[in-house]
């Protein structure tokens, strides 16, 4: 069991990706974001993203200490991948959308096609940000070479359906996997 688990561990978490200390990230050789979408910034099936978060990534970007960054979402059908281009041409952000019969996340498929949107990007200078311990984090970890990855409470308010499945099953993993250091945080 304690095997199992570890495979949900992120190496970071945070508040939220407003809260992200991209600066010290890029001093640990971070320097591209693979971020999902859904939950992480913004409500899920949504239009509009969490301007918090926006203007935390935008900012590193535009302190170069964010190089790129790449929206991963899965997606349930082609017409709902046109949403994620939408809000990546927005807000000047790569893109890419996964759905069936494509690889969706966990697969590694799916991180190594985020990967290959933003040049220069590898497994080791990027980091994934998500709010799901079985898509984004699982992904994240069973890249070879692994990804680091900082999890990030959802940012909406978890409908009931939901709560009784993933977010049940959040706090277990949360739970089981004990402490999770602190992604470097931006001081206010």
């Known amino acids: 069991m304690a095997q199992s688990i570890e495979?949900?561990?992120p190496t970071y978490r945070?508040?939220?990706v407003a809260s992200i200390d991209f600066a010290t990230l890029a001093e640990m050789g971070i320097r591209f974001a693979i971020i999902d979408l859904?939950?992480?910034i913004t409500p899920t099936l949504s239009p509009?993203?969490?301007p918090d978060s926006i203007q935390n990534l935008l900012g590193a970007k535009a302190n170069s200490w964010l190089l790129e960054a790449c929206l991963l979402s899965n997606c349930w059908f082609y017409l709902m991948s046109?949403?994620?281009e939408t809000i990546a041409r927005a807000t000047g952000l790569k893109h890419h959308a996964c759905w069936w019969p494509r690889p969706t996340k966990p697969h590694s498929r799916a991180f190594e096609?985020?990967?290959s949107q933003m040049s220069g990007a590898t497994a080791d200078n990027t980091v994934v940000i998500g709010d799901q311990f079985g898509t984004d984090i699982l992904g994240a970890n069973r890249f070879r070479p692994r990804i680091r990855s900082i999890w990030v409470?959802?940012?909406e308010p978890i409908p009931l359906w939901k709560r009784i499945t993933l977010e049940v099953i959040n706090q277990h993993r949360l739970r089981a996997l004990g402490?999770?250091?602190?992604?470097?945080t931006r001081v206010y």
């Open 7 to 9: 495979r949900f561990r």
């Open 14 to 16: 945070a508040r939220s």
């Open 38 to 40: 859904d939950g992480t």
């Open 48 to 50: 509009s993203v969490c």
């Open 82 to 84: 046109k949403r994620v």
């Open 113 to 115: 096609e985020a990967l």
């Open 153 to 155: 409470p959802s940012i």
């Open 179 to 184: 402490e999770i250091p602190e992604a470097p």
